[in-house]
């Protein structure tokens, strides 16, 4: 260990940066005269004496002014690391006892710098997620994260997956097969962008996957606030843009789901196949949260973009209607303030003749 490493170290136990010049020049000459650590460390004999004094408080060093002139002796590195030893044990225990006692807020931010990182990063964030995943990289890593994709998808988790160009490769559709819900491609490299539930992101530049030298970093995020404005960028931005080269096949009906996109992708894919299907919605009334209802209907029409062909006019539009008792009620999804409906769940079922 040079010094620049012990001296790194030894501030953490709250030397200053003379303190730890003193100190190691004391332990550099042994018992000494002030003079003899004054030169040494570049500081004053007054300040020599001054920083000892503390030095000795906190069990580094002895001073023995007795002797004249006085002399400065460090203490034994056995007795030094037995003190710090004991000081961390005392601390560990009130340490403990707070961090368990308080409530954490689950809003964290993380800058990440290692490549490795950010892909370990990416497979636990998938293996986690429940209901919905975006995520946007570039198509050399897929291989990398397939099998976990694989995985999520199996899990009945909506995920929308774009993958960017690093070269003049051409992805085989056989290939993206069960990858994602859907996948798309684009001529060009796109930033890692990756939402998990509404509740975690990810982002960082392509250059960091995509090189082993690059200085960039990744950004790990859970916040509630922020993390459908990731999802929502990704949605508008990048998604509309690019090109579709895979789509999964419906689901079996019927099925309940409480991710309303998820929901609405499944819509759109049996609408597409000509299937009359029909949904039990559970929600409330839009304007009038206090106020729960269910309602049952042939859904007679879909608005979104996640799958080609597109019904929505904006790119993050998510909505769709039923016709109940001769009536046409929209309903959307969490935050719904356009539709008649907010839902919280969503049943959708074939249609019975």
């Known amino acids: ?7 790194e170290l030894l501030e953490r136990f709250g030397l200053s940066e003379k303190e730890i010049d003193t100190y190691l020049a004391i332990l550099e000459h042994g018992e000494s005269k002030a003079s003899t650590i004054s030169d040494a460390a570049d500081v004053s004999k007054r300040y020599v ?38 000081s961390v044990e005392r601390i560990e ?29 990416i497979e636990s964030l998938l293996a986690n997620a429940e209901n919905e995943v975006t995520l946007s990289l570039p198509a050399d890593v897929l291989p990398q994260v397939r ?71 990744a950004i790990a995020l859970s916040q509630e606030q922020l993390v ?17 080269r895979y789509v999964t096949a419906p689901a079996e009906l019927p099925r309940t ?28 009334w839009v304007g009038d949260g206090d106020d729960p209802v269910e309602l049952t209907g042939e859904i007679v029409d879909v608005r979104q973009s996640l799958v080609r062909p597109v019904t929505s006019t904006v790119p993050i539009e998510n909505s769709f209607t039923i016709a109940v ?10 935050g719904a303030f356009l539709e008649d409906v907010e839902a919280e769940s969503v049943t959708i079922r074939p249609l019975e003749s």
Do not use: C
């Open 1 to 7: 260990m040079d010094d620049d490493d012990l001296a």
């Open 49 to 86: 004496y001054s920083i000892s004094e503390e030095l000795e408080k906190r069990g580094f060093v002895e001073v023995d002014d007795h002797a004249v002139p006085t002399v400065i002796r460090p203490v034994d590195p056995d007795e030094v690391v037995d003190r710090l030893t004991n």
């Open 93 to 121: 225990p009130g340490i403990r006892s707070r961090f368990t006692s308080t409530e954490r807020t689950g809003e964290q931010f993380e800058v990440i710098k290692s490549r490795q990182t950010v892909l370990k990063r």
């Open 147 to 217: 099998s976990t994709l694989e995985e999520t998808v199996d899990r009945g988790v909506l995920v929308l997956l774009l993958l960017g160009a690093t070269g003049d490769e051409v992805q085989d559709i056989a290939s993206l097969a069960g990858t994602a819900s859907t996948v798309r491609t684009w001529d060009a490299l796109v930033p890692t962008m990756l939402t998990v539930d509404r509740q975690h992101g990810l982002l960082a530049p392509s250059q960091m996957l995509t090189s082993s030298r690059s200085d960039t970093r």
């Open 228 to 244: 459908p404005v990731l999802a929502g960028s990704f949605l508008a931005n990048y998604w509309p843009t690019a090109e579709e």
């Open 257 to 284: 789901y409480e991710e309303f996109r998820n929901a609405v992708f499944q819509i759109a894919l049996h609408r597409a196949a000509e299937t009359r299907i029909e949904a039990t919605v559970s929600g409330t």
């Open 325 to 334: 008792d001769g009536d046409r009620v929209s309903i959307g999804g969490s």
